[in-house]
């Protein structure tokens, strides 16, 4: 009896043994991953997102090779908070960079690498621990930045190492290193989102110093009727404000500094200056920042859709009829929840512009219009006594 046990007691131990690494591995998996380290390769130590990030000279445990770069004066795109931007536009380049992470304790690691192009687009490929993990990597073109990861690891020996090679005559910009400890998730910052039910100030804010500016300078190239909408950007529409144009997202709600559209109205480039013969007035722009800000409410393609058949939405004087005419071609249903007033008209247009809403509206709604001395306000859909 007692040999049969002593011979069963190595295949329990392995077992015990085993399981035991299981549910560490569980557990670990269920944590969330823990900043480590932030790197700025080739500038000073600084804060991101809440993490201190130590300056790649002469840091401890850390081993740089490649050529030193710093241009500060790129714009990036998309644009990024003061301290990142400073970051990434000081980097470690060249045809073979690596970055060496020793002393590195057993365990499982995750890693980001941001890189960036000043100007002309490269290709290169990146590894972990001799391991490709992007292959033919794009850069893009002047400004283009990307945070890259993140990419599980082990230390091999206590090293961590981080290679971009590019052709003989191509190079890599690398800029910053995030390493954070654990296989779990790794906790991401909440970011502010759209204002999606603009409250009544937050309306009354647009309608007074938003819309009038984008009207005025903004609809000749950036809205549906423009004879050609430059860059992608369409601005006569909310849903056209949150997707962006050709070059990515115009807003970061409830950060200017971060936003295309603050660095464009501030003439920051003449490839991006908005509008591109003349700067508005700084009390403008600081209206725009506010508004960014509050995360851009935006009553557009809303207002008509909340009118009912008791309570119709009147549109006064020439009212918001580009918000009704948005609402209208996407939901023509709400029709009979509007009326139109409007004693401004001249040939269906709107005060000699947004022709193509007055008509929208006159044509599928309920239309009030003045008809002139002798004749009084009258319904052109006769829809409404007079």
């Given at each position: 009896m007692f040999s049969i046990l002593s011979a069963c007691l190595p295949d329990m131990?392995?077992?015990v043994l085993m399981a035991m690494t299981f549910a560490t591995a569980l557990i670990s998996q269920a944590q969330p991953a823990t900043f480590l380290r932030g790197i700025n390769l080739n500038g000073p130590a600084l804060k991101i997102e809440g993490h201190d990030w130590e300056s790649g000279k002469g840091a401890r445990n850390l081993t740089v090779t490649g050529k030193t770069f710093e241009n500060q004066r790129v714009l990036l795109k998309p644009p990024?908070?003061?301290?990142?931007?400073?970051?990434?536009?000081?980097?470690?380049?060249?045809?073979?960079?690596?970055?060496?992470?020793?002393?590195?304790?057993?365990?499982?690691?995750?890693?980001?690498l941001y890189v960036w192009e000043d100007n002309n687009n490269e290709r290169f490929s990146l590894k972990v621990n001799d391991k490709v993990v992007v292959e033919a990597f794009e850069s893009g073109s002047e400004g283009m930045w990307k945070k890259l990861g993140p990419w599980s690891a082990q230390p091999v020996a206590g090293k961590i190492k981080i290679t971009a090679t590019a052709a003989s005559h191509g190079a890599a910009n690398l800029s910053g290193i995030e390493l954070w400890q654990g296989s779990g998730d790794i906790p991401q910052l909440a970011k502010a989102g759209f204002a999606e039910s603009p409250r009544a100030d937050q309306i009354a804010f647009f309608e007074n110093k938003i819309r009038p500016v984008l009207v005025e300078h903004c609809y000749e190239c950036h809205s549906a009727t423009a004879k050609k909408i430059k860059g992608g950007l369409v601005l006569d529409s909310r849903a056209g404000v949150h997707k962006g144009g050709d070059t990515g997202p115009l807003l970061t709600p409830g950060d200017p500094a971060a936003s295309l559209l603050?660095?464009?109205?501030?003439?920051?480039?003449?490839d991006t200056a908005m509008p591109p013969k003349q700067k508005l007035p700084a009390n403008v722009i600081a209206d725009l920042e506010t508004w960014v800000r509050m995360g851009a409410p935006d009553p557009r393609n809303t207002e008509a859709r909340k009118a009912t058949p008791e309570k119709p939405l009147l549109l006064i004087c020439g009212g918001p009829l580009t918000t009704a005419a948005n609402a209208l071609l996407l939901a023509p249903d709400i029709a009979s929840r509007i009326i139109v007033f409007n004693i401004l008209v001249t040939h269906y247009g709107y005060n000699g512009k947004d022709g193509?809403?007055?008509?929208?509206?006159?044509?599928?709604?309920r239309y009030v219009d003045w008809g002139g001395r002798g004749r009084g306000f009258w319904d052109r859909n006769s829809n409404l006594p007079n």
């Amino acid at each position: 009896m007692f040999s049969i046990l002593s011979a069963c007691l190595p295949d329990m131990k392995q077992r015990v043994l085993m399981a035991m690494t299981f549910a560490t591995a569980l557990i670990s998996q269920a944590q969330p991953a823990t900043f480590l380290r932030g790197i700025n390769l080739n500038g000073p130590a600084l804060k991101i997102e809440g993490h201190d990030w130590e300056s790649g000279k002469g840091a401890r445990n850390l081993t740089v090779t490649g050529k030193t770069f710093e241009n500060q004066r790129v714009l990036l795109k998309p644009p990024v908070d003061a301290e990142r931007t400073r970051m990434i536009r000081s980097s470690v380049w060249g045809n073979d960079v690596n970055v060496t992470f020793s002393a590195v304790p057993e365990g499982s690691y995750q890693i980001y690498l941001y890189v960036w192009e000043d100007n002309n687009n490269e290709r290169f490929s990146l590894k972990v621990n001799d391991k490709v993990v992007v292959e033919a990597f794009e850069s893009g073109s002047e400004g283009m930045w990307k945070k890259l990861g993140p990419w599980s690891a082990q230390p091999v020996a206590g090293k961590i190492k981080i290679t971009a090679t590019a052709a003989s005559h191509g190079a890599a910009n690398l800029s910053g290193i995030e390493l954070w400890q654990g296989s779990g998730d790794i906790p991401q910052l909440a970011k502010a989102g759209f204002a999606e039910s603009p409250r009544a100030d937050q309306i009354a804010f647009f309608e007074n110093k938003i819309r009038p500016v984008l009207v005025e300078h903004c609809y000749e190239c950036h809205s549906a009727t423009a004879k050609k909408i430059k860059g992608g950007l369409v601005l006569d529409s909310r849903a056209g404000v949150h997707k962006g144009g050709d070059t990515g997202p115009l807003l970061t709600p409830g950060d200017p500094a971060a936003s295309l559209l603050i660095e464009a109205v501030n003439h920051l480039s003449e490839d991006t200056a908005m509008p591109p013969k003349q700067k508005l007035p700084a009390n403008v722009i600081a209206d725009l920042e506010t508004w960014v800000r509050m995360g851009a409410p935006d009553p557009r393609n809303t207002e008509a859709r909340k009118a009912t058949p008791e309570k119709p939405l009147l549109l006064i004087c020439g009212g918001p009829l580009t918000t009704a005419a948005n609402a209208l071609l996407l939901a023509p249903d709400i029709a009979s929840r509007i009326i139109v007033f409007n004693i401004l008209v001249t040939h269906y247009g709107y005060n000699g512009k947004d022709g193509w809403a007055a008509y929208i509206v006159a044509k599928q709604t309920r239309y009030v219009d003045w008809g002139g001395r002798g004749r009084g306000f009258w319904d052109r859909n006769s829809n409404l006594p007079n």
